[in-house]
């Protein structure tokens, strides 16, 4: 893998410190082990903090491998936003309500090659109350071309409160960041079925 | 007030830079002797604690070289920390984010510029007064009247112990005690130094003695424990009453006064974290929890301590 330029570096070194000022996050590998293999990292999802919670959770080395899936609206908005998805997340963009669901589900199979992974968030939206909604099918379709994929589901947990859908300041509370045991679909699964056991995995990380 | 002009502060350090070597001597030895699982278990607890506090003496003293205001934001910092843990654990709802906000980005701050400005008028009366009226205020623009009492009182309360009465450790600073001013980190160091020796002897006593269990609160705490630790601390503090502008009676009567306070702070948080169900409200320490966890006696003590000083040593 190429070696990202000083520039980036130092950008990313300021915003997984700053992350973690605000949001005090703490990551917890309860199921499984930090690890180069190729996975895609599905959460919770409750605020605009939740993604760079997750990627400063990572060791610095894996960070670089490991890209988000986003909207390409929100990340092609202003010059910060460009700057920092073109340099340094390296995000799949995808355009909402745009492309049919096949031609984001080629794209998302694009950007992970093979050797990156994906952060992503399976709700869709972000939560307000910080309920988990129902999946949506692209994790199961994920597992399905890509059985060699590690699926871990992380729980995120108090970004509701510190960073709340429709706030713009920070309230810096604790935070933490949980990683389960990974997954993947079973033979003869259904997707309902499977999208509903990922989502319950996430959820069972609460209590532990 | 320089560290290096005050001899009897610096005796003060070099009695602490002693007990810690003593600590970690006693915990070397006690890892080399320990045996079974929990024996080794206890052991690996002490000598983290043991290091923690060799981190946060070094802060301390630190602080203390560089000056006045440095103390006075590395106790800001505290309180930020605190604030924070205690805030996480407890319930608000999203109506409460824009008050909290405040909370942690302007009243705690404007607490400690009026510390470090010297304004006790209203150091001393701006969080019970006006904050404590801003609070249910704000919270009330926002229309959601669910728990509306319980989630002000929260807030107030968290405000109150994390902020105010920690804010009055670092106000012992400015005490302008006649013969006695610029010497203010001296009380400050009295009061830690009887404050924590009091915790840690209370824990040794405790595991050494130990029998008759106070409280179902707290698992670890004996009377046993508490007696021969308040003794200890006390006789620490009485001992060192020549740094302080208490003769050694009074140095006594003043440690008692931090010892029980710090024993009833103790308890208090941890009725609350009962109350929460958690054992420590963070992990910031090693081997200590939180920094809420370290400090939950000093906000009891600190205050009460300054109000005597105050009232009974200034003219």
Known sequence: MVKPPLSARLTAALLVGLTKLISGAQARWQGCEPSPRQRVYFANHSSHLDFTVLWSSLPPELRWRTRPVAAKDYWLAGPLRRYLAQSVFRPILIERGGPSAREAFEQILDGLGTEQSLILFPEGTRSLDGAVAPFKSGLYRLSRSRPDL??????????????????????????????????AAAPGETKAAFLERARQAVLNLRQA | M???????????????????????????????????PQGRATVDNFNARTRAWWWMVAIFAVA???????????????????LREFITLTPTRPADHRTLFWLFFVILPYQYVLLALDMYGFFIMFIPVYAFLFIPARSSLQADPENFLQRTAVMQWGLMICVYCISHAGALL??????????????????LLVDQLSDVFQYVWGKLLGRRRISALSPNKTWEGLILGGATAVGVGA??????????????????????????????????????????YGSILPGHGGVLDRVDSVCFAAPVFYHLTRYFFLP
Do not use: C, Y
Request: proline content about 7%.
């Open chain 1, 150 to 183: 590690e699926l871990v589901p992380v729980l995120l947990e108090n970004l509701n409160r510190i960073l709340p859908k429709g706030e713009t300041l920070p309230v810096p509370l604790l935070s933490s960041a949980t990683f389960g045991a990974p997954l």
């Open chain 2, 2 to 36: 320089r560290l290096m002009n005050d001899p009897p502060l610096l005796w003060l350090f070099a009695g602490i830079l002693g007990l810690l070597l003593l600590a970690s001597l006693a915990g070397w030895i006690m890892h080399r002797a320990a045996k079974t």
């Open chain 2, 64 to 82: 203390s070289l560089l000056g006045r205001m440095v103390t006075v934001a590395f106790f800001g910092l505290i309180s930020f920390l605190a």
């Open chain 2, 174 to 191: 400015f005490l302008p005690i006649p013969g006695f001013e610029d010497k203010g980190a001296r009380l400050l160091l009295f009061l």
């Open chain 2, 239 to 280: 001992g060192i009453w020549w740094a302080t502008p208490f003769t050694p009676w009074q140095a006594a009567g003043m440690s008692l006064v931090i010892v029980v306070m710090g024993f009833l702070g103790g308890q208090t948080m941890s009725a609350i974290k009962r109350d929460r169900g958690v054992k420590d």
